[in-house]
């Protein structure tokens, strides 16, 4: 599901809280409930993970400065409940650059650790007995506020280096391990230890703690997907758009009809359509935006999409995969010379990758 609410821009960035997170926020509230907490307790907590995710907001922009000093450039940081994610639009282009990239953003977490320690003081904390520090961590004040948010930017460090993707830790292994056999090789390798992670984790969240049930389900999802996005990577290397676009394709005018279009849906296997007036792309009509209005009176123009890419034949069918899972666009118009000469989207992109999977064996 995506993003809800938009928070802003950071250097042109979109920052965006994901719908569950406000499930995160609803748990804490009925946890402090339910253990007999008070308003007090409850304004402490539910600030103190908005703290949290600042950090973690920080996090993620050191990974987009470092990402944006290799010119690849940082579309939106989209919060969860259990932290943040950051999609470029390209993946960095050696395994030195990702390494710097991945290491960014913990480092970010060091720092702010660094800065509470000495400003807390946490080496105060040290010197005291268990009861001490007891007394002093259950009252509801900055010191100890700054201390648990001392504490959470650690376990943001040590949590992000689990070498097992989608985790900071996985594709610093990917990094390191790329130098010597590719990413390929290294990204399997890092996604299969993954793999083993989730295993450990969702045995010992069903003796011990769901939660870790939940985070073993993020990290299986997460190597799964990575290991099969660079492996369809590697098969599209070298090859370019025109070897998979779709030559014959239907288009359609502003002023026709939606019903038109239906019709088309109906009767064929298209479900985008590019939108043309005198030889020239006007716009895109996309499959949810045709089926909302199948049942209203309303022309092409009114409803298509006008804000759209083209690309060319020549280019990379790579380029072509990152903006097809990168953007909202459904549907790429293939131009040569200022002419449409097809088109090309995930259905027939997923067909070309199967067929050079096969190919390869």
């Not at 995710?53 to 940081?77: R, S, W």
């Not at 100890?144 to 943001?156: D, E, K, M, P, R």
Request: net charge neutral; glycine share 6%; charged share 15%.
């Amino acid at each position: 599901m995506k993003a809800k609410l938009n928070l802003g821009q950071v250097s042109g960035i979109k920052i965006r809280v994901h719908w569950t997170f406000f499930l995160l926020m609803a748990w804490v509230i009925f946890a402090e409930l339910t253990q007999g907490g008070n308003l007090e307790s409850i304004l402490f907590n539910i600030t103190f993970v908005l703290a949290i995710f600042l950090c973690v907001v920080l996090h993620e922009l050191g990974h987009a400065f470092m990402a944006n000093h290799y010119n690849i450039k940082t579309e939106k940081i989209t919060l969860l409940p259990i932290g943040g994610m950051a999609s470029f639009e390209k993946l960095p282009g050696s395994p030195k650059q990702e390494l710097l990239i991945a290491i960014a953003g913990p480092l970010i977490n060091v720092i702010i650790a660094i800065i509470l320690f000495f400003i807390v003081p946490v080496k105060d904390f040290m010197q005291l007995n268990f009861t001490e520090t007891f007394e002093v961590l259950v009252r509801y004040n900055v010191q100890s506020f700054l201390f648990f948010l001392f504490i959470a930017n650690v376990g943001l460090v040590v949590f992000n280096s689990i070498p097992a993707f989608p985790m900071d830790g996985g594709r610093i292994l990917r990094a390191l391990l790329a130098i010597k056999i590719g990413r390929v090789k290294a990204t399997k390798i890092a996604s299969n230890l993954g793999l083993i992670i989730a295993v450990l984790f969702f045995l010992i969240g069903l003796l011990y703690n769901p939660f870790l049930v939940f985070i073993a389900l993020f990290i299986f999802l997460g190597a799964f997907g990575e290991n099969l996005m660079v492996q369809q990577m590697a098969l599209l290397d070298g090859h370019t758009v025109e070897e998979a676009m779709l030559l014959n394709i239907t288009t359609f005018k502003p002023q026709d009809s939606i019903d038109l279009v239906v019709n088309k849906i109906i009767s064929g296997t298209e479900t985008n359509f590019i939108v043309v007036e005198d030889q020239t792309i006007i716009g895109i009509l996309h499959h949810k935006t045709i089926i909302e209005n199948s049942n209203k009176m309303v022309l092409v123009g009114e409803i298509m999409d006008v804000n759209f890419k083209t690309i060319k034949g020549t280019d990379s069918i790579k380029k072509v995969y990152q903006l097809i899972y990168n953007d909202k666009q459904e549907l790429f118009p293939v131009m040569e010379n200022g002419k449409l000469i097809g088109a090309i989207d995930a259905v027939n992109l997923n067909e070309y990758i199967l067929l050079q999977s096969k190919l390869a064996f």
